[in-house]
Every structure is written in structure tokens, then in C-alpha cells.
């Protein structure tokens, strides 16, 4: 059977041990940058749409429509000196099947300007009440932790959009359910924001880093 051919970004940045270091430096140093992109990017979405509507009232395409506009948002508050730049719907072509199989595409991903193979994805998922997570939990076990999303990156981001409750019940069912520990960020303590730490499972022949860990974001939607 005849194997996947090289997309442009794979032919322009091949896998090299540079490739991996540059991989293991970027995160580190942006992370907390990044996230606090995501935070004030919420904070416009929240003044400028949410407190003119009563969000309750959207039953149709929440998760497109609250990311479709959360995106613009985030990149307003970037000052563009930043090493890496964010897009809606951007293709993880590592992990992508034979065609004509679609790549799996994020929500929302921060792209590295100096190798854009390089990316650190966040997943977005509507959370009705605060114990409706099990398409969340899903998301994060199924993609995350098979590395079939964020390959390159030892981190990337759950966003739960919360329509009904509290965080830290969503906080609670997580733990639970996964089950994992999650750990309250030192960079957000007044945001509703915590992280978890894991191992994963990675591919034969590959150098993915195995530890991952995953940041979790509950975005209230409501008119506050």
C-alpha cells in the first residue's frame, strides 16, 4: 500500500533534531503568554457579545459561533511581537490518515512563527450544565492523550463553555471521571482555570514528548 506523500509544511520543516528542540523551548516560554491571550480574548467576548444577549437563548451552532468569534478576539489583544500567531480551524497534518481523509482540524490553535509544524492547540466543547462533561472528557482522553492532537507539544487547552452552574463543579465531575488531579494555576488565580497532568501513549517510531499536560479553561457564558 502506498504511504502518505509530504504536505509543503513537512517538506519545509522536516523532522530533524532541531526540529525538537525548537518544539521543547517554545513551549515553555510561551504558555503563560499564550493563556492569558485566551483569558483577555474572553473578556472582549464577553463585553462586546455575551452582556448585550441572553446566551441561554442560542441553541444552534454554540461551539462554531462562541469559537468563530472568541478567535478574532484573541488575536486583538496580541501584540504581534509574540513567537507564534493563532488560527481558527487549523489542520494537524502529523497526524492525518491517507487521503482523501480530512487531518484532524482544531478549534483554535497557536502556531509557532519559526517552525509552523509546531502547534499548540486548544478544543472547545459547550458544557450545558456543569455535569454534562462527557463529550469534554472524551475529547481529552480520545485526542489529547493518544496524541493524535498537539503531537509536538507537551501542553495544549481544554475550553469548556458553560452555560448553566458552577466551575468548580466542572472541576469536580473532571477529576472524577477521567479520573485525573487537577492543580490550580499559579498565572490565573482569579480565573476559572486549573491543569492537569498526564502520560501518553506514543507511536511507534516517534518522539512525541510523552508527558502532557492539559489546561483547562470553563468560559461562563452568560451577561455578567
Not at 462562541?66 to 500567531?85: A, C, N, S, W
Not at 498537539?150 to 477529576?175: C, H, K, T, W
Request: with cysteine; charged share 25%.
Amino acid at each position: 500500500m502506498k504511504g502518505r506523500g509530504l504536505t509543503i509544511s513537512e517538506l519545509r520543516w522536516p523532522d530533524t533534531p532541531d526540529f525538537v528542540a525548537i518544539a521543547r523551548i517554545w513551549k515553555s516560554d510561551a504558555s503563560i503568554i499564550l493563556l492569558s491571550c485566551v483569558w483577555q480574548g474572553y473578556d472582549l467576548l464577553q463585553n462586546e457579545v455575551l452582556s448585550q444577549i441572553d446566551p441561554n437563548q442560542a441553541d444552534d451552532e454554540l461551539e462554531r459561533s462562541i469559537t468563530q468569534l472568541l478567535e478574532p478576539r484573541i488575536h486583538k489583544v496580541m501584540t504581534g511581537d509574540e513567537p507564534f500567531y493563532v488560527q481558527h480551524g487549523a489542520y494537524e497534518n502529523e497526524t492525518r490518515q491517507l487521503s482523501p481523509a480530512q487531518p484532524p482540524q482544531y478549534d483554535i490553535a497557536f502556531i509557532l512563527r519559526a517552525n509552523e509544524r509546531i502547534m499548540w492547540p486548544l478544543e472547545a466543547k459547550v458544557l450545558r450544565s456543569d455535569g454534562a462533561v462527557t463529550s469534554y472528557i472524551k475529547e481529552l482522553k480520545n485526542n489529547f492523550l493518544s496524541c493524535r492532537y498537539a503531537p509536538f507539544s507537551s501542553e495544549g487547552a481544554m475550553l469548556g463553555y458553560l452555560f448553566s452552574g458552577v466551575p468548580d463543579n466542572v472541576f469536580r465531575y473532571i477529576e472524577t471521571k477521567v479520573p485525573c488531579e487537577l492543580h490550580h494555576h499559579l498565572a490565573f488565580p482569579e480565573r476559572a482555570h486549573k491543569y492537569s497532568e498526564h502520560t501518553r501513549h506514543i507511536p511507534t517510531n516517534k518522539s512525541y514528548p510523552p508527558h502532557f499536560r492539559c489546561q483547562h479553561l470553563i468560559l461562563q457564558m452568560t451577561r455578567e
